[in-house]
């Protein structure tokens, strides 16, 4: 079972808006990733949380929140977004260390539209 | 520095042929090498990949891949296309300066192929 759980699937949100994206794994992963992505290109890496703290930060604009209350759950708050900003976010995990290759599983995503 | 290479914006393949999606790589040492794809208005899904041993690896919906070491390759192979392949291809390869005792990786993704299989 490699099932990467994200919610909601579409969002929109006005600029001055406040909101959050979710994402849940239970198969007991202990890194978890935020990735942005356009249509058509390649997902670009926004965040990685490996034993939930904070690893990787790809110097996103803090309008864009991570956390990681525990293992299973990660969440992205978004504030005073700006309309590019709009795309499809990927929540990912990974098992963490000792499994080689670290294969990262994605979820269905969440398709933001800022407006 | 390190670098994933998709040479081909686009394939075209009749069903029941053979296909095949093309990628290179550049890192420094041995590479991790896998392979997503992603249908439309979907996340990506873990295809297959190498990270040492046999050069030909089997992975999901009977796609393989062979890594070829001197030519620097990881093309994405398939003995028969369906129409149900059609979706979005991505190589990518390990960034070899995340240190393994970090628990988590970093790809670095190629640009993408679409492969389009015609009935």
């Known amino acids: 079972d490699t099932e990467v759980t994200q919610t909601p699937k579409h969002l929109v949100m006005g600029m001055t808006n406040k909101k959050s994206l979710k994402c849940e794994q239970h198969m007991g992963h202990r890194a978890m990733y935020w990735y942005k992505q356009k249509a058509k290109k390649p997902p670009e890496l926004m965040f990685v949380?490996?034993?939930?703290?904070?690893?990787i930060n790809e110097s996103v604009p803090s309008r864009f929140s991570p956390e990681c209350p525990n293992s299973s759950l990660l969440n992205l708050h978004l504030h005073a977004l700006q309309p590019e900003d709009s795309a499809l976010y990927l929540c990912?995990?990974?098992?963490?260390?000792?499994?080689?290759?670290?294969?990262?599983?994605f979820g269905e995503g969440s398709w933001l539209t800022v407006v | 520095a390190q670098s994933v290479a998709q040479p081909e914006d686009q394939v075209n393949v009749a069903e029941g042929n053979p296909l095949t999606v093309k990628c290179t790589y550049s890192?420094?040492?041995?590479?991790?090498l896998f392979w997503y794809v992603q249908y439309p208005n979907r996340g990506l899904q873990f295809l297959l990949k190498y990270i040492t041993g046999d050069n030909l690896v089997k992975g999901s919906y009977g796609f393989e891949a062979e890594f070829n070491k001197s030519q620097t390759s990881f093309h994405l192979k398939k003995p028969s296309a369906l129409v149900s392949d059609s979706a979005l291809y991505f190589c990518?390869?390990?960034?070899?300066?995340?240190?393994?005792?970090?628990?988590?990786?970093?790809?670095?993704f190629g640009a993408g192929t679409r492969l389009a299989v015609h009935p």
């Open positions: 990912a995990s990974s098992q963490g260390r000792g499994q080689k290759g670290n294969t990262i599983y």
């Open positions: 890192v420094s040492g041995n590479p991790y």
């Open positions: 949380y490996s034993y939930e703290k904070l690893s």
């Open positions: 990518a390869v390990r960034d070899m300066r995340v240190m393994f005792s970090g628990g988590y990786n970093k790809l670095i």
